[in-house]
């Protein structure tokens, strides 16, 4: 008996893209070929999205390689947590840094407060868990004659570097920044994010090419979940600060535009929620492989 | 016709009586449940359930020429189609036992 067969919609291909990459690559064939057998319809493609939320929330455990995952999610936290940080950096220098004391009401006295103490938690919690990574990174890069990848590593440490020496160059030239406005202050920061960004990026490259394994990459797996989690703290608690500026002490720093505020919030919960669940993930991979 | 009760019949169960006597792929699986146990199992639901049986071991997939991959059960999968079919056996005769005696009803 010959086969009827007719192409998936592209409807149907754009619900299988929703699932995981392991996921596609194991069973993304198969459903196509059932499909091109078994037609597809409206009630095919919400099936299919609809569970591609439990593939990605809890995978399949034999399409799950632990080690890709935790390097993933080291990547993934490491890029969303500098950009936490650098949203935390402007807040601070914006509310705590000008000298003023927190006004208005005592909420916002708190989240100054936690949100202090959880981006010191996360600074060092990255440290102590991505500096080992790090270093055994480079030294596989030398050891295997890797120099692309060694650049990548060495951004990490050079594109800061060389942001914070351009900074210092310019407030010693520029006498008084103050005078040139808000201008400044948004140069830095884009620049700033720019440095983040890259400085971010590069081990992230350098960490899914080199492939490191062993228990460096553990301990990094690990640490980037409690950094995720304390910039999220962080973040959140920023957040709240800004919002209780524009609701309870309008006239304060600049925060009477309620529009930035929010704008703000936005950034802030979006990049806090894909470095929680990445950071999630990863945790999750780490004690995986633990329990074995 | 289907039974509106069909909305609880179990994926996962449905899918290792389908496998208990050859192997099949995805579609043969889909047709042999709408055919002979009268369920309609969405492209969606059958994959996350293939992708549920293989983690816990429960089936496996064969070498295969096409894309077409066929699953087989296996040995844990066939204890536990039958330690849950015995349980449903001893349901389906506790419910028709008690449906005869109270209201003369005599089965399908």
Same mark, same amino acid.
């Given at each position: 008996m010959g086969r009827r067969v007719s192409r998936p919609g592209p409807l149907t291909s754009l619900a299988l893209m929703l699932y995981p990459p392991a996921w596609r690559e194991r069973y993304g064939d198969e459903v196509h070929a059932l499909l091109e057998e078994a037609g597809s319809g409206p009630a095919t493609v919400a099936s299919l999205a609809v569970r591609a939320v439990p593939a990605w929330m809890n995978p399949p455990r034999h399409l799950h390689d632990r080690g890709a995952r935790m390097r993933a999610s080291v990547g993934t936290v490491l890029v969303a947590w500098s950009a936490l940080t650098g949203v935390g950096a402007v807040f601070v220098q914006l @509310?705590?840094?000008? $000298? %003023?004391? /927190? *006004? $208005? +009401? *005592?909420l916002i006295q708190w989240c100054y407060l936690i949100f202090d103490a959880a981006l010191a938690v996360s600074v060092l919690t990255a440290a102590v868990g991505g500096v080992p990574l790090w270093l055994q990174m480079v030294h596989l890069a030398r050891q295997q004659r890797r120099g692309r990848e060694l650049t990548w590593l060495w951004m990490a440490v050079v594109v800061p570097a060389g942001y914070m020496a351009a900074a210092l160059t310019a407030l010693t030239v520029v006498h008084? *920044?103050? =005078?040139? $406005?808000s201008w400044w202050f948004a140069g830095f920061a884009v620049l700033g994010f720019a440095a983040a960004g890259l400085a971010s990026a590069g081990p992230a490259v350098a960490l899914n090419r080199l492939a490191p394994e062993g228990p460096a990459v553990a301990l990094a797996a690990a640490a980037a979940g409690l950094a995720a989690a304390t910039v999220t703290l962080a973040g959140l608690a920023s957040a709240i600060a800004a919002a209780g500026l524009c609701l309870? =002490? @309008?006239? %304060? /720093? $600049?925060? +009477?535009h309620a529009d930035l505020a929010w704008a703000y919030l936005l950034v802030v919960v979006a990049v806090a929620a894909t470095a929680t669940v990445s950071g999630g993930r990863g945790i999750r991979a780490t004690f995986a492989i633990a329990a074995r | 016709m289907t039974n509106r009760l069909d909305r609880w019949a179990d994926p996962p169960l449905l899918v290792l009586a389908s496998l208990a006597d050859e192997p099949k792929h995805g579609y043969a699986i889909l047709r042999d449940v709408a055919e002979t146990m009268s369920v309609r199992l969405t492209a969606g639901t059958l994959y996350a359930v293939i992708a549920r049986l293989e983690a816990v071991g429960l089936i496996e997939p064969l070498a295969s020429a096409d894309r077409r991959r066929p699953y087989q059960i296996t040995a844990a999968g066939r204890a536990a189609l039958a330690e849950q079919t015995a349980r449903m056996g001893r349901v389906a005769s506790i419910a028709q036992a008690r449906l005869g005696e109270r209201y003369g009803w005599a089965g399908a």
């Open positions: @509310t705590q840094l000008q $000298g %003023f004391r /927190a *006004p $208005g +009401h *005592p008084d *920044p103050e =005078a040139s $406005g309870w =002490a @309008t006239s %304060f /720093a $600049g925060y +009477h | -």
